[in-house]
C-alpha cells in the first residue's frame, strides 16, 4: 500500500467511531498523523461551510432582487416566480434579446411568440394587474384563428368567454342578422366575447411561463437612443427607482395613448367621437351569440355579450369630450337620446 492510500483510510477510521456516528479523534487509531488529519478536515468543512453560507447569501439576495408579485387573479408558476412589491418577473439568464414596451394584446401576444422562438424577452408592463377597459372585448374569428395559430386559443378558456356567430343589425324599427361564414371551418371557430381584462391577464400568464420571457412592473419613461438608433430603455419601477435595459431590439406596443410614438413620429389622431360603455346584468338580447348593432341616430350603439350574465353596451357620443357624469348630462344624454332609440330598435322590432 502506498503511504497516500495509508493515510486516507486512518482518516477515515479517525472519523469513525464503533456507533458510526463522525466523531472525530474517537476511532481506534488516533496518533498524531491522524489528528492533524482530522483538523485539516474540520478547517476544510469550516471553510467550506462558509463558502456555502456566503453563496447562499449572495443567491437569496439575487432572487430577492427578481421576486414579483403574481398577477392579479392568477397564481404564481411553480416554476420559481416569487412575491413581492407589485410586480411579476420570470427570471430569465443571459442578455435580452428584444424589450417589449406594454403587455396589452398585442405586447403579450408578441412576447409569447419570440419566447416560444427562443428569445429572450424583457417585457415592461405598466400594470400588471387586472385591466378594466371596454376596449377589445369582441374578438372576430379571424382573431380566434389568428390565436390558434400562435398557440394562444386557450386564452379564451376559463373566463366565461361567450361565443359570437354573427352581428344583427337595426334601423328604422327594421333589423336582419349577419352570420358569419364559418362552415369550412372546425366547430370551434367563432367570434369570442368577454371581459377584456380576463382576456388580457390570461395572455400575460401565458407569455409569463416561458422561462425565457420576463414580465415586469414599470412605466417606460423614454426610449434610450445611441447615434439615432434605439438601445433600450429607461423605466420606472412602483418604488420609484429609475432603470435602464438594453437590448438589440425594442418594440414600443404602448397602446393608442402612446406616449413613446410622440418620439419616433408625429401622429396625427383625430378623436370623432367617445364610446360610452354600461354593463347590464341578466338581460337576454334579441338573438343570442350575436353582436347588436342599432344604428341609430346621431350614432351607433351596441350590444353584445361579455360574460353568462353580463351584456356591454357601448354608446358612441359625438364629440371630442364624453358628457359630464356628475352634472348629469350623460344621464340626460342617455336617457333622452339613447333609451327611446333602444326600446324602440331593440324591444319593439
Ligand atoms: C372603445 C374601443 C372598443 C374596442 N373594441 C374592440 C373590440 O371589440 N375588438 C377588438 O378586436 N378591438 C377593439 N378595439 C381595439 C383594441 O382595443 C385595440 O386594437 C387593442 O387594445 C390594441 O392592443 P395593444 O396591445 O396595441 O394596446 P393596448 O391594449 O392599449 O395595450 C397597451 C399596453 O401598454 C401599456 N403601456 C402604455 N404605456 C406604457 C408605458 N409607458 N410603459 C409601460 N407600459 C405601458 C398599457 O398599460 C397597456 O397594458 C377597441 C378599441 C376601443 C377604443
Redesign the pocket.
Known amino acids: 500500500e502506498n503511504p497516500h492510500t495509508q493515510t486516507q483510510r486512518t482518516r477515515g477510521a479517525a472519523l469513525r467511531n464503533p456507533r458510526g456516528t463522525t466523531t472525530p479523534g474517537a476511532g481506534p487509531h488516533c496518533g498524531m498523523a491522524a489528528a492533524a488529519g482530522v483538523w485539516q478536515l474540520v478547517g476544510v468543512a469550516v471553510a467550506t461551510l462558509l463558502a456555502a453560507v456566503l453563496v447562499a447569501v449572495a443567491l437569496g439576495r439575487q432572487r430577492q432582487r427578481r421576486r414579483r408579485a403574481p398577477l392579479e387573479g392568477i397564481p404564481a408558476p411553480e416554476d420559481g416566480c416569487e412575491v413581492a412589491d407589485g410586480a411579476w418577473s420570470a427570471a430569465v439568464d443571459g442578455p435580452t434579446d428584444v424589450i417589449i414596451?406594454?403587455?396589452?394584446?398585442?405586447?403579450s401576444a408578441l412576447a409569447y411568440t419570440l419566447g416560444k422562438d427562443g428569445r429572450r424577452v424583457h417585457v415592461?408592463?405598466?400594470?400588471l394587474t387586472e385591466?378594466d377597459r371596454?376596449?377589445?372585448?369582441?374578438?372576430?374569428p379571424g382573431?380566434y384563428l389568428k390565436l390558434m395559430e400562435l398557440g394562444l386559443q386557450d386564452c379564451v378558456d376559463e373566463i366565461d368567454a361567450q361565443r359570437v356567430l354573427g352581428y344583427a343589425l337595426f334601423k328604422d324599427g327594421k333589423n336582419t342578422k349577419l352570420s358569419y361564414p364559418l362552415e369550412k371551418f372546425h366547430s370551434d371557430v367563432a367570434g369570442r366575447s368577454f371581459h377584456n381584462g380576463r382576456f388580457i391577464q390570461r395572455m400575460r400568464e401565458k407569455a409569463a411561463s416561458l422561462p425565457n420571457v420576463q414580465l415586469e412592473q414599470?412605466?417606460?419613461t423614454s426610449l434610450l437612443e445611441e447615434n439615432g438608433t434605439v438601445k433600450g430603455v429607461q423605466?420606472k419601477i412602483k418604488s420609484g427607482e429609475e432603470l435602464k435595459a438594453y437590448a438589440p431590439l425594442t418594440i414600443v406596443?404602448?397602446?393608442?395613448f402612446?406616449?413613446?410614438r410622440r418620439a419616433l413620429c408625429s401622429p396625427k389622431v383625430e378623436v370623432p367621437s367617445c364610446?360610452v360603455g354600461l354593463v347590464l346584468e341578466n338581460c337576454e338580447l334579441p338573438h343570442a351569440n350575436h353582436g347588436h348593432v342599432i344604428l341609430a341616430n346621431p350614432s351607433p350603439i351596441l350590444f353584445y355579450p361579455i360574460s353568462s350574465t353580463e351584456v356591454r353596451c357601448?354608446v358612441d357620443v359625438p364629440g371630442q369630450k364624453v358628457p359630464s357624469i356628475a352634472s348629469g348630462e350623460m344621464a340626460n344624454y342617455l336617457k333622452t337620446v339613447v333609451a327611446p332609440q333602444v326600446i324602440l330598435q331593440l324591444i319593439l322590432s
Open positions: 414596451v406594454g403587455a396589452g394584446v398585442a405586447g415592461i408592463e405598466r400594470d385591466p371596454i376596449v377589445g372585448e369582441l374578438l372576430q382573431g414599470g412605466t417606460v423605466y406596443c404602448d397602446g393608442c402612446s406616449n413613446l364610446f357601448l
